[in-house]
């Protein structure tokens, strides 16, 4: 698959602390996405980017922080603010977000458990 | 608000047998319509969207404003096409192209 990239694949945590994780893409792609599943959900929209230096919250920012430093990176911080964090966490990338037919394209996940 | 509703969790089929799955949306606008799929130890990729009015892998969605829903459907269904399928339309704004997702259905192909 390659070209958009999450790590680590599992990650535990103890409640109350914040835990970062890793999406990395090389598509060039000017946008990025951080979403949540839930069984029975769906995704939902955490943050996004539509350029470097710059993103809005989506749905279910609380509890939760990036930054888009550079491009091709779109660190996901899940803080202790975070109520239910135990989640799978998909990172997405798109050409750009002005473009009304633009397909995302999805990382592999990272499942989060708090202990 | 906008809303996303796949009312079916579980659609379990026969190969060869037809297969629909249901999209209803609610938007103040019109928005652009995208089906993903998500197969099994696979990432989540776009299937189909409406505006290329394209058919894929035999399935195609049709759009019906009146009754604001994006049903998929395809005549034949495969064993290849057990997966979860999520419907997602976007509102195009000018602040930015957002993809809602539905809850999604799980699709089962027994042979």
Same mark, same amino acid.
């Given at each position: ?19 970062? $994780? ?20 769906? +995704?939902? +929209? ?43 966490? $998909? ?5 750009? +977000? ?13 499942? +989060?458990?708090?202990? | ?12 089929? !026969? ?85 809602? !997702? ?10």
């Amino acid at each position: 698959d390659g070209g958009i990239t999450q790590s680590p694949k599992y990650l535990f945590r103890k409640e109350g602390q914040n835990v970062t $994780l890793s999406c990395e893409q090389n598509l060039n792609h000017d946008a990025m996405y951080w979403y949540r599943q839930d069984p029975g959900q769906g +995704l939902r +929209l955490i943050y996004y980017s539509q350029i470097v230096n710059d993103f809005q919250k989506g749905d279910i920012a609380e509890g939760y922080s990036v930054s888009r430093e550079k491009k091709e990176s779109f660190p996901l911080t899940v803080t202790s603010a975070q109520k239910n964090p135990t989640a799978f966490y $998909l990172c997405a990338s798109s050409i750009d +977000l002005r473009t009304s037919n633009n397909e995302q394209f999805f990382g592999p996940g990272t499942r +989060l458990t708090v202990l | 608000a906008q809303r996303v509703t796949q009312p079916e969790k579980l659609l379990s089929v !026969f190969k060869g047998a037809p297969v629909e799955l249901k999209c209803n949306y609610s938007y103040s606008g019109s928005p652009e319509l995208f089906w993903y799929v998500q197969y099994s130890r696979q990432r989540l990729q776009l299937l189909l969207r409406h505006i290329s009015r394209e058919s894929i892998k035999g399935f195609t969605a049709d759009l019906n404003k009146g009754e604001t829903s994006f049903h998929l459907k395809k005549p034949f269904a495969q064993e290849e096409d057990s997966a979860m399928y999520y419907c997602a339309p976007a509102l195009i704004k000018a602040a930015g192209n957002k993809l809602t !997702f539905g809850g999604g259905t799980r699709v089962l192909v027994k042979p």
